[in-house]
């Protein structure tokens, strides 16, 4: 019973050994690859549009960040005019101090309107 059982199982793997290797037909073979050329060009063509796209948004976060920079960089030079314009009004104010009555008035309001001047250009800068 042994001998018929391994008999058998030999002469299985031997028929499915020989399936394996059955040449297949010159028209399957076109046809699958044929297919298999297809499905290559369309998987290039879905990684190409792919590639595409992701270029695309990375080109538009690149604009977005230098915009982003730029508005960064307008604002500091802004506020850096504005720093050093109240640093220039102080020190006009206390000169102002060695005036008097109506020239000392007018200095005043000359400082404080350059001020607010250069306050207003920031604040106009940083909004563009």
Known sequence: ?????SCALLASALLGLSACNKA???DKVQADVAKA???AAEANAKADEKQKQVEA???KDRA????KAADKSVGAVADSAVT????KTKVALAKCEALEGDAQK??????NAHM?????RAKAAKSD
């Open 1 to 5: 019973m042994k001998l018929a059982l």
């Open 24 to 26: 297949e037909s010159p």
């Open 37 to 39: 050329q297809s499905d």
């Open 57 to 59: 948004e990375a080109a």
């Open 64 to 67: 977005d960040a230098q915009v």
């Open 84 to 87: 050093q314009a109240e640093g």
């Open 106 to 111: 007018a200095c005043k309001d000359q400082a």
């Open 116 to 120: 607010d001047a250069v306050k207003e």
